[in-house]
């Protein structure tokens, strides 16, 4: 859902799709109808806020990716990570996982078991970015920074860590294959948060509490895709956390279907060969279960 809207500076605002995964909420709202990318993220879940039942947590089954990085980044929670690379990696609140799936990487994405007996809980985004055509069949890689090594800005009621790319003055070390911008932004009630319109292709993202441009408001759950061009200020009404991400326009439009992201068509159609017939590697440690192809 999304609509069009008189706000300035603003031109449609994505209502994300929920659904219900046996008690963990999913808001997507990358791709939508009216917007599929915005820059290289062509792909955007909101995870939780949810509190597993005790025993219970989050358990991704070994899945493959094809021409994209994952970027996780949590508010809440911990997942254990897992890929075809050997690594095993706990992503914490305030770190990046950013794993690049490139020419083809197998991973999962699981609630430890020591995290488990109490109930775990989970609050975070998972985005998808695209790769350039020339970096689709890179090699797959994978970097984890902490939170500690990600430059943050504080004063004037905000807390802002820059995520990926360059903001206000600011350059994340996070190994990009585009121009983008990827930042979570803590407000106090009253702070103000202006937005460069440095990049063509801008959004906000609404994770928590009420946010007012130009006086008109947006409760947490809204993709705000901006004009190019227009600077805006995003003022908090109460403490509210916003996320804000872009970049420049991708090289050509982008097929995705399934776990899968590509300029081919064709491209995906062989990674779906692939993973049917087990030619994808395996994940050391997370070798007994995997996810079935789709049918369709």
């Given at each position: 859902?999304?609509?069009?809207?008189?706000?300035?500076?603003?031109?449609?605002?994505?209502?994300?799709?929920?659904?219900?995964?046996?008690?963990?909420?999913?808001?997507?709202?990358?791709?939508?109808?009216?917007?599929?990318?915005?820059?290289?993220?062509i792909?955007?879940?909101?995870?939780?806020?949810?509190?597993?039942?005790?025993?219970?947590?989050?358990?991704?089954?070994?899945?493959?990716?094809?021409g994209?990085?994952?970027?996780?980044?949590?508010?809440d929670g911990?997942?254990?990570?897992?890929?075809?690379?050997?690594?095993?990696?706990?992503?914490?609140?305030?770190?990046?996982?950013?794993?690049?799936a490139?020419?083809?990487?197998?991973?999962?994405?699981?609630?430890?078991?020591?995290?488990?007996?109490?109930?775990?809980?989970?609050?975070?985004?998972q985005a998808?970015?695209?790769l350039?055509?020339?970096?689709?069949?890179?090699?797959?890689?994978?970097?984890?920074?902490?939170?500690?090594?990600?430059?943050?800005?504080?004063?004037e009621?905000?807390?802002?860590?820059?995520?990926?790319?360059?903001?206000?003055?600011?350059?994340?070390?996070?190994?990009?294959?585009?121009?983008m911008i990827?930042?979570?932004?803590?407000?106090?009630?009253?702070?103000?948060?202006?937005?460069?319109?440095?990049?063509?292709?801008?959004?906000?993202y609404?994770?928590?509490?009420?946010?007012s441009?130009?006086?008109?408001?947006?409760?947490?759950?809204?993709?705000?895709?901006?004009?190019?061009?227009?600077?805006?200020?995003?003022?908090?009404?109460?403490?509210?956390?916003?996320?804000?991400?872009?970049?420049?326009?991708?090289?050509?439009?982008?097929?995705?279907?399934?776990?899968?992201?590509?300029?081919?068509?064709?491209?995906?159609?062989?990674?779906?060969?692939?993973?049917?017939?087990?030619?994808?590697?395996?994940?050391p440690?997370?070798?007994?279960?995997?996810t079935?192809?789709?049918?369709?």
């Open positions: 859902m999304s609509d069009q809207i008189d706000t300035p500076g603003i031109d449609t605002v994505i209502v994300p799709r929920t659904r219900d995964l046996g008690g963990f909420e999913v808001r997507r709202a990358l791709p939508s109808a009216r917007r599929r990318m915005v820059g290289p993220f792909f955007w879940d909101q995870m939780g806020p949810a509190r597993f039942p005790s025993g219970e947590g989050l358990d991704v089954r070994p899945h493959p990716h094809i994209l990085a994952t970027l996780t980044y949590l508010f911990e997942i254990m990570h897992r890929d075809s690379l050997g690594t095993a990696q706990p992503i914490r609140p305030g770190e990046v996982n950013w794993m690049t490139g020419r083809g990487i197998v991973h999962s994405e699981r609630t430890d078991p020591t995290l488990r007996e109490d109930g775990a809980s989970m609050f975070g985004i998808w970015v695209a350039p055509k020339v970096h689709e069949e890179t090699a797959p890689g994978f970097v984890h920074l902490g939170s500690d090594e990600l430059p943050t800005i504080e004063g009621g905000k807390r802002v860590r820059v995520i990926a790319g360059s903001l206000w003055g600011a350059a994340s070390p996070v190994p990009s294959y585009s121009e990827y930042a979570d932004a803590v407000l106090d009630a009253g702070a103000q948060l202006p937005i460069p319109a440095e990049h063509e292709e801008r959004a906000i609404v994770a928590d509490g009420t946010v441009i130009a006086e008109d408001r947006f409760e947490a759950g809204r993709l705000l895709i901006l004009n190019p061009g227009d600077g805006v200020t995003v003022e908090a009404v109460g403490h509210a956390r916003v996320l804000v991400l872009g970049g420049e326009p991708m090289d050509g439009p982008r097929f995705i279907w399934w776990n899968f992201v590509s300029s081919s068509q064709d491209r995906i159609e062989a990674a779906k060969a692939d993973w049917k017939a087990g030619r994808f590697a395996v994940v440690g997370d070798d007994e279960e995997f079935p192809l789709p049918e369709g």
